[in-house]
């Protein structure tokens, strides 16, 4: 190869790597393009909610697996957000398993409805799927389906389908019992109950085991108490019944009570007014009870003020109790909380007196 040819060929070379060099260097300079996702990937996104289904707290309801017969209740919440009142127009489901019911129907601002809603597990059993459609007309149309699932077991009942125990007085005990009746293999059994409040108290004892040519009967009773240290108020637990089956151990169990008090007390807000610092105010609280009742003692929750309380000394059903109370010397708002101790009630009774401290 002649020498002419040989230096041809070096100087291409070199003129094609100095382009692709400076290319290059052109490309890397060059700033990054923001990355855009294609209508296809948008596809796979979780899709955003309207302003009527931000105000559910759920978006689904799944009652899992309940037994034939059990009370088979959810509570859904709807909080409004918005400035407007927004006014439920309509509530219904699509299947006749399952029904549901508002307890109100007009929301003001940041108020909270529930919509009650109920699976039959009377009549139907196996997988059951649903819907619940609320639909609103204030203050603008929308319409929200939640949807709901559930599986009713046709081998287990329970009778009745849940402990209501009614209204209870607080510091009293009640007991109620149900039956449990499985259809199925002989040796079911259930293992133990799952209870995580320690106001119930949870009891089983196995009443008949019989088995036929096709199947085998299995019956238990339940005892479920509820203890005296229950809280006044609403009371809902969910407790569970851990049976031996592989797939769906779990058998749910609502327990369900109106805890109302024993006692009354009178006023249990005292408003004191403006005065001055050091002052000595007094007042009578008076508590009645639905059986005579002797008072132990009162506290000042936060230890900050000099009171004093006449206990009085006998028992009765009602009770007047005086007090005095001496003013902080700091100005400004004040608020106290006093408990009153009851003798063998678990817990105290409080009222609360306030007020606020002005110079002279």
Known sequence: MSSSIVRAFLTFTLVCSAFCI?????????????????????????????????????????????????????????????????????VRTTCGCSAASPDRTTLKSHESAYIK?????????????????????????AEVRIPITSYIRPDVVLDPGSVEF???????????ELEVRY????????????????????????????????????????????KATAPVGQFREQIYLITDDDGNPRVPLLVEAKVTSDMTITPEVIALGSVAPGDVKT???????????????????SRKYEFNAKVPGSASPVQVLPMTITMPTRQGDFSEIFAVSIAGR?????????GQVVGN
């Open 22 to 90: 400076s290319a290059s260097a052109q490309f890397s300079a060059a700033p990054a393009q923001p990355f855009r996702i294609s209508p296809y990937a948008q596809l796979n996104q979780q899709p955003q909610l309207t302003w009527a289904q931000k105000m559910f707290d759920h978006q689904k309801i799944d009652f899992g697996v309940i037994a034939r017969g059990s009370e088979a209740v959810f509570r859904l919440k709807i909080t409004n957000l918005y400035k407007e009142n927004v006014h439920i127009s309509n």
């Open 117 to 141: 809603v109920t699976m039959d597990t009377q009549k139907f059993s196996r997988r059951k799927d649903s819907n619940v459609i609320v639909t609103f007309d204030r203050p603008l149309y």
């Open 166 to 176: 009614g209204d209870v007085i607080y510091g009293s005990t009640s007991v109620k």
């Open 183 to 226: 259809a199925g293999r002989g040796d079911w059994q259930i293992r133990s109950i799952e209870n995580s409040n320690e106001h119930l108290d949870v009891r089983f004892v196995e009443t008949e085991r019989t088995q036929n040519l096709s199947t085998a009967r299995v019956h238990y009773k339940l005892q479920v108490s509820l």
């Open 283 to 301: 007042f009578n609280v008076v508590l009645r009870g639905k059986k005579p009742f002797s008072i132990d003692k009162v506290e000042c929750t």
């Open 346 to 354: 678990p817990a105290p009774v409080h009222f609360r007196a306030y």
